[in-house]
T-cell receptor, first 115, second 116 residues
């Protein structure tokens, strides 16, 4: 069972470079999320999507972009990487139908270092 | 906006003993979900237990149970018969039950150490 798959697991970027963090889920979940986790902190929401073609900003969206062209994929784009974006990034997905809601399933995270 | 507060950055417990991790939250909503997630050194986020706000009965999952006090907006996690494998970061999280607002809001976490 694949669940939520994130790639890459580790990456080092130079200041000003760009990259895309990939996230795919095979559970037919409608909701997908991107979080970042800084040392000693909880997870902060960057962007989320309630379905294909729909995205919305979370708590810390600056410096990032997302797209959701399919139900399965939710890539996170970093443009002009900055040291402040050094963090661990988590993708998650969940299913919601009306009031019902399931738990969020998480990928294994991407450790990104910007130098 | 909803907030989640975990006031204990670190906790420790002896193996086989019981420990309680605290969590409080702030919301104006009446319908929501609360979760405890475990994050071991592997970084994987693992759901430990969840509670639906409209249910008065406290959730239990084997050695894990919660004390949900809706009026006090408190949601503590009790781990009984602690095991070495319980050592991890524990995060409390809140999610609204209102459609379209289902963002998961996390506390800063509590690092649990289990001493042999």
């Amino acid at each position: 069972n694949a669940g939520v798959t994130q790639t890459p697991k580790f990456r080092i970027l130079k200041i000003g470079q760009s990259m895309t963090l990939q996230c795919a889920q095979d559970m037919n979940h409608n909701y997908m999320y991107w979080y970042r986790q800084d040392p000693g902190m909880g997870l902060k929401l960057i962007y989320y999507s309630v379905g294909a073609g729909i995205t919305d900003k979370g708590e810390v969206p600056n410096g990032y972009n997302v797209s959701r062209s399919t139900t399965e994929d939710f890539p996170l784009r970093l443009e002009l990487a900055a040291p402040s974006q050094t963090s661990v990034y988590f993708c998650a997905s969940s299913y919601s139908s009306g009031r019902g809601n399931t738990e969020a399933f998480f990928g294994q995270g991407t450790r990104l270092t910007v130098v | 906006a909803q907030t989640v507060t975990q006031s204990q950055p670190e906790m420790s417990v002896q193996e086989a003993e019981t420990v309680t991790l605290s969590c409080t939250y702030d919301t104006s909503e009446s319908d929501y979900y609360l979760f405890w997630y475990k994050q071991p050194p592997s970084r994987q986020m693992i759901l430990v237990i969840r509670q639906e706000a409209y249910k008065q009965q406290n959730a239990t999952e084997n050695r894990f149970s919660v004390n949900f006090q809706k009026a006090a907006k408190s949601f503590s996690l009790k781990i009984s018969d602690s095991q070495l494998g319980d050592a991890a970061m524990y995060f409390c999280a809140y999610r609204s039950a209102q459609g379209g607002s289902e963002k998961l809001v996390f506390g800063k976490g509590t690092k649990l150490t289990v001493n042999p």
